[in-house]
Nanobody
Framework: QVQLVESGGGSVQAGGSLRLSCAAS????????MAWFRQAPGKEREFVAA????????YYADSVKGRFTISRDNAKNTVYLQMNSLKPEDTAVYYC???????????????????WGQGTHVTVSS
């Protein structure tokens, strides 16, 4: 079965950086779109970033554009989220997700993805 395992979360001060990883198994990784979502306490899960099969196209939420970078290594079945210039409002549980539905506008929703990781906590203090 498909498994997604996130790692790399933690606590950091505002302005700092973290790199999240998501290792996938049980699927032909290079044929799936990969994405990151996040959910803050009391809020709905929101889209952060997505990357297409070969990594040629990436999409970002406006709130993270210019600060976060999504990438993937198909040889390692792993997707990454490099987070720089972190802000307290980035505090959330970050989830890795995968699916096959492509949206050329990059407007992704949780319902577009059928498989999810367990999440990793990111806390940014001011």
């Amino acid at each position: 079965q498909v498994q997604l395992v996130e790692s790399g979360g933690g606590s950091v001060q505002a302005g700092g950086s973290l790199r999240l990883s998501c290792a996938a198994s049980g699927l032909t990784f290079s044929t799936y779109i990969m994405a990151w979502f996040r959910q803050a306490p009391g809020k709905e899960r929101e889209f952060v970033a997505a990357i297409t099969w070969s990594g040629s196209s990436t999409y970002y939420a406006d709130s993270v554009k210019g600060r976060f970078t999504i990438s993937r290594d198909n040889a390692k079945n792993t997707v990454y989220l490099q987070m720089n210039s972190l802000k307290p409002e980035d505090t959330a549980v970050y989830y890795c997700a995968t699916g096959t539905r492509y949206n050329s506008r990059g407007s992704y929703y949780p319902s577009d993805f059928g498989y999810w990781g367990q999440g990793t906590h990111v806390t940014v203090s001011s």
